[in-house]
């Protein structure tokens, strides 16, 4: 696959037409992909099924959230594997009641995502909740190296919406008197810290989300926060767009809920549909569940498996596992397997 990594959403090239079959050459798939492992799995996994099995050339543009998503949105992308619907429905939803994107599948069906602190720190010390966490003693275990007045939470990254999530959870709920909101940099960048606060046997108190293949390789406990409730999300994330609208500035005090487990669509451009139905069919019916998509993150973590190489794992993947063939017609896998 040609893979690119976007900067904005104004680079993205224009995704060419499609054909009409599934069994001739489809001509290009845009995909549009994120920076963290989940999703350039799911990614490599569809894109080596239409390349071999569609006769699709696919064209894969990598970035943050908000440029990919809008690529989806404007029509320069045609698919999106990994779609965090919860976290951006406020940006998702326009578009999709005007029918020009579409959610459909579930490519993982249970993810989570939440604050976390380490097993060892959260059983010694009683931390169950993020209010065990407001205390000044608490939050000096996680001191901050760059501010030593108060603890550190590693957060999202700032291109993604859950870091602004983040941040108004930590005014709502009182942790920013305790805690600063860190950005890491890159899910690269968080990855390493926890593991090196594990490496290192010191706490470390962090945003996570699973299934992912470090969740299976450390002691993470999460934190209870208020449960879940519908309109709470909502008046929270008014402020949570008015921030990525308008600036810091606009943080205000609002109650704030948890996030809610969620099943992970595939987002489309309703042109693919119309123009290449057997492809997004095949989209509808991809699904992976969380414990086969750990896995293969462990796999695809592998320390002696060149970083970057998601083809590899897709094709470990297809080799390994007869669940894929359920997601193409029996001559579109035939062409698959023999591709192997």
């Given amino acids: 696959m040609k893979i690119k990594k976007l900067m904005s959403a104004a680079v993205i090239t224009a995704a060419a037409s499609l054909a009409s079959t599934a069994h001739a050459d489809c001509g290009t798939v845009q995909m549009g992909d994120f920076d963290w492992n989940s999703a350039k799995l799911h990614s490599a996994i569809a894109g080596y099924i239409l390349e071999n099995g569609y006769d699709c050339n696919v064209e894969v543009t990598t970035g943050s959230t908000l440029p990919i998503m809008t690529g989806l949105y404007n029509g320069d992308l045609d698919v999106v594997m990994e779609v965090w619907y919860d976290n951006i429905v406020d940006q998702f939803k326009p578009y999709e009641d005007k029918g020009v994107v579409k959610r459909i599948g579930v490519n993982t ?43 550190r939470m590693t957060s999202c990254i700032s291109g993604w919406s859950c870091y602004t999530i983040n941040l108004v959870k930590h005014h709502s709920y009182g942790l920013d008197q305790f805690y600063t909101n860190y950005d890491p940099g890159s899910s690269g960048a968080l990855d390493a810290a926890i593991k090196g606060a ?90 992976i569940s969380s414990a086969d998509l750990s896995k293969l993150l462990v796999h695809y973590l592998d320390p002696d498996q060149a970083d970057g190489e998601a083809e590899l794992t897709a094709r470990h993947f297809l080799t390994t596992s007869s669940d894929w063939e359920s997601w193409v017609p029996a001559d579109v896998a035939q062409k698959v397997k023999d591709s192997l």
Avoid: C
């Fill in 198 to 287: 594990f490496q290192k046997q010191q706490p470390i108190f962090t945003y996570y989300w699973e299934p992912t293949a470090l969740m299976g390789m450390v002691d993470l406990v999460k934190l209870e926060e208020p449960a879940y409730e519908q309109g709470t999300w909502d008046a929270m994330m008014v402020v949570v767009n008015d921030i990525k609208a308008n600036g810091v500035e606009q943080l205000v005090k609002v109650d704030a809920t948890a996030y809610r487990d969620m099943e992970l669509p595939v987002g489309i451009n309703t042109r693919l549909e119309r123009e290449e139905p057997a492809v997004a069919d095949f989209m509808s019916h991809y699904t």
């Fill in 109 to 151: 069906p249970d993810s989570g995502q939440g604050f976390y602190v380490d097993g060892p720190t959260a059983r010694k010390h009683g931390i169950t909740s993020v209010d065990d966490m407001l205390k000044p003693e608490i939050a000096m275990l996680f001191q901050d190296p760059e501010n030593d007045s108060k603890g």
